[in-house]
């Protein structure tokens, strides 16, 4: 059975950080791409960052580059996320993602692209 657990959530002020961690079981996700996304009460759920399955290509969305830091593990099943200098809209529950394995190097945005999900882990910025 395949799982995805994240780990790391919290509550922090805002212009702190915090790290997520995602670890992925039950099948081989090595030549997985991964992501994050985020819902926020009342929105949709929103990607975050996404890498490729050997690190090469990232992607951040707007509202959190140059603060937000993706990461994957040696073995490939493991992935982290840095938040750096905190605001109070990146307050949500965050989800870890992982693609079919894939033969091509990409990292996508579109929730669509991607078949496993984790439970989720709730952040929350105070100001």
């Known amino acids: 059975q395949v799982q995805l657990v994240e780990s790391g959530g919290g509550t922090v002020q805002a212009g702190g950080s915090l790290r997520l961690s995602c670890v992925a079981s039950g099948r081989i996700f090595s030549n997985a791409a991964m992501g994050w996304f985020r819902q926020a009460p009342g929105k949709e759920r929103e990607f975050v960052a996404a890498i490729s399955w050997n690190s090469n290509i990232v992607r951040y969305a707007d509202s959190v580059k140059g603060r937000f830091t993706i990461s994957r593990g040696y073995a490939k099943e493991t992935m982290d996320l840095q938040l750096n200098s905190l605001k109070f809209e990146d307050t949500a529950v965050y989800y870890c993602?992982?693609?079919?394995?894939?033969?091509?190097?990409?990292?996508?945005?579109?929730?669509?692209?991607?078949?496993?999900w984790g439970q989720g882990t709730q952040v929350t910025v105070s100001e």
């Open positions: 993602a992982a693609t079919r394995p894939v033969s091509r190097t990409y990292a996508t945005p579109a929730s669509a692209n991607y078949e496993y």
